[in-house]
């Protein structure tokens, strides 16, 4: 018999894959369970597997145990983790590693087909990542993916939550589309933007979306312009917040816990900022969030979704300067705003060429009110 000194999970895996079983051990334990263990003598002891290869434990003869540290061992027929991570030479990757290793589900790879960053995250998560995925690729990067049979294909997630995936085990892959994955050990970006999908909202695109810190939603109690701006200059748009809003937009919101409250803040820089990870909220407070790739404009007309509506289209919307609301229910087209500019700029020119004959007529006999009905004449003539 072996005795328990030393035993490990990798001394398990070892000795099922040197019986010839390539998923390693199911689960072990030790003691007297059977009257005949007594009938044997105890041949090994000490047994430190640094891998689950064989050729990587040490162990001895010499022993001083006793038959109720004897190891019971079963192996297993197939891959006792549902997800779990190799690198080239088939060696599970520790998992206080964010190494990127080939992504094997139940012993079989994934392809690549609708995979995405959700699907990445979740997967991480499942396997006790609590940070979600690092990065992730695909394609024939070891020579051993040709060993494993393709298993798992189309993961979609709906969000980073393995319990919103759906997948199948019929594929039309090669191993070419094999997806290779790498769990992230510390926090990933603070902040980032999210669509209905789950999917990140690229960083080109003033698309609004689901505000994110840590991959929990942010809820609006005391949220600003100043904090828009500054969580929108944090993620590295210069000129800040577009526009934002609050509430249960999207169904994927649920999946979301939330992480952040009472974001307070003095200026639009992060550092000016103060929040808390406690919170009193329901995701009907989460925040969602545009930032903006260009200088904002002075007056800007925008939709009932907070997009703006674009130069000839004559549709109306809600006015705002430099994205602010000009007066509660004020709406305008895009032609009438152009008017009033345009009007503008004509009173202004009347007003400086008729400036040198104003100043003619006004005399010290002349009261302000004189002045004032003289300036609107000159003005609107």
Known sequence: TVCDDSFS??????????MGY???ARNWTSGSLYESQSSYDIGLDDVVCSSDI?????????????????????????????FRLVDENGETIDSDSSERGLLLHYGHTVCDDSFSDNSADAICK?????????????????????????????????????????????????????????????????FRLVDENGETIDSDSSERGLLLHYGHTVCDD???????????????YIHGARNWTSGNLYESQSSYDIGLDDVVCSSDIWDS?????????????DVHLACTLEEPVIFSIVNENGEPIHSGSG??????????????????????????????IILLMRFAEKWDMLLDQLTGQVDSFTISSLAMRSVWT
Not at 9 to 17: E, G, L, P, V
Not at 316 to 343: A, H, P, W, Y
Request: include cysteine; charged fraction near 20%; glycine fraction near 4%.
């Open 9 to 18: 999970d990798n001394s398990a895996d070892a000795i099922c894959k040197e």
């Open 315 to 344: 549709e109306r919307g809600l006015l705002l300067f430099n994205g602010t609301q000009v007066k509660e229910d004020c709406f305008f087209t895009t032609e009438t705003l152009s008017v009033m500019i345009v009007s503008l």
């Open 126 to 190: 499942e396997m006790g990542y609590i940070h979600g995925a690092r990065n992730w690729t695909s394609g024939s990067l070891y020579e051993s993916q040709s060993s494993y049979d393709i298993g798992l294909d189309d993961v979609v997630c709906s969000s980073d939550i393995w319990d919103s995936c759906t997948s199948t085990t019929s594929h039309n892959c090669e191993h070419s589309e094999d997806v290779h994955l790498a769990c992230a050990l510390e926090d990933p970006l603070m």
């Open 222 to 236: 005391s949220f600003s312009d100043n904090s828009a701006d500054a969580i929108c200059k944090e993620m590295g």
């Open 22 to 24: 390539i998923h390693g």
């Open 273 to 285: 900022c103060t929040s808390t990870t406690s919170h009193n909220c329901e995701h009907s407070e």
């Open 54 to 82: 064989w050729d990587s434990c040490t162990s001895t003869t010499s022993h001083n145990c006793e038959h109720s540290e004897d190891v019971h061992l079963a192996c297993a027929l197939e891959d006792p983790l549902m």
